[in-house]
Every structure is written in structure tokens, then in C-alpha cells.
């Protein structure tokens, strides 16, 4: 059980919401390592969610809050469903909804898609996030070439995911890393510095090379 997770959770709960751990956060606590920082997901839309939580509100249009807990930083995002992008990095429209198999379609790797509910249960959309996380696997959700064009800082994502859970990359995704690999000259420098530092937090001076 985490204790950050059990009281967020209690709050939107008496708020008649559901909340979700996610990403990192849900890799982490399965692999009983340190959580660092956490990734919630709610059904609660950014002024629900506000309505009853102080938060950064700066990336509320995208269905992001952010606030600081017991030194931690947490971000709670809600489920949403997203059109096509347009930009390399954000799609043209979301929508809020309400459920989880819809969100998970819109998320880049299935270790990062391990939904674990109030109750600490997986909720294993594709059957293959839980079980790539065992086997370290590292797999893109969909098409990866699609999901690459999406948003190439996917592919400094899979480099650091890579090296920090020691991962073996699936080969339709492996290829589509190689083959797409110098989009990441279309990612902005402050996004690039923020992955580098996120990098170099975790690396040990280990690197990867596609």
C-alpha cells in the first residue's frame, strides 16, 4: 500500500470521483522501488478536480494539474481521448471522458499504461502492459511509427525507459525507433534539456544508442 496514493484517493472518492495510478508511479510501486514522483489519473475533469484541490492549473486546457504533497510533485491528469497532432508534441482537441480503455488508446508504451485503481488493482487494458513490465519489454502502444510522428521526444522516452528498467525493445518498435530516430531534431530545446536532466537523473553515466 502507498500512503500518498490511499489519501488522494480517499479525497476524490468522498468527492464521487475515481482516481488511478499510472506511468512511472504504477511501474514503481509494482517493482517495489522508490516513488519519486506521481502520476494520477481521475474521471474528474481540471475544474471538478479544482473545485476541491489547490493546484497548478498552467497545463489545465491539456487535462493536467500539478501540486507539491509531503515534497513530492504530483500530477493528476484526467482521462481524456485526443484527436490527431498537429504539432509534433500536442494534439488538435481532447475531450474528457470517463473511462479507461479509451485513454489507454492515446498513451505510447504499454509499461507506461498500468492503470492500478483504489483497490490496488491492475487494470491491464491491452493484457500486455503488466506483462511486458515482468518480461522488460519495451512496446508501443499502436503503430509505432504513427506514435513516433505523434510526439518524437517518444523516442528520449524509450531511451530513458530503456536504461532505467534495463529494457529489451519489441522489434516493430525497435525499427521505427532507428528509422524515425532524427525527428528528434523537431523537439524544442526546452523540452530536450527537461528530458537530458530527466536522463542524467536516472542514467548513472549508462547511455543507449539506437
Known sequence: M?????????IFNEHNFRL??????????????????????????PDEVMSFLKC???????GTLSLKYKDKHIDIVTLREESIYEDSRH????????????????????????YIDENYKILDISKDSYLDLKNKILRFIGDPEKRIKEDPL???RAKRFIVEYDLEVEEKTLNALK????LVFKISEGKLIEEKRKFDKISNGKNYEF
Not at 488511478?20 to 474528474?44: A, P, W
Open 2 to 10: 502507498d500512503e500518498i496514493f490511499d489519501n488522494f484517493k480517499k
Open 20 to 45: 488511478y495510478m499510472i506511468g512511472s508511479t504504477s511501474r514503481d510501486f509494482l517493482l517495489q522501488k522508490e516513488i519519486r514522483d506521481y502520476d494520477f489519473v481521475t474521471d474528474g475533469t
Open 56 to 62: 497548478n492549473d498552467r497545463y489545465k486546457k491539456f
Open 91 to 114: 494534439p488538435k482537441n481532447i475531450k474528457f471522458i470517463k473511462d479507461v480503455q479509451t485513454d489507454y488508446k492515446r498513451r505510447d508504451f504499454t509499461i507506461n499504461a498500468i
Open 154 to 156: 517518444r523516442i528520449l
Open 179 to 182: 528509422k524515425y530516430k532524427d
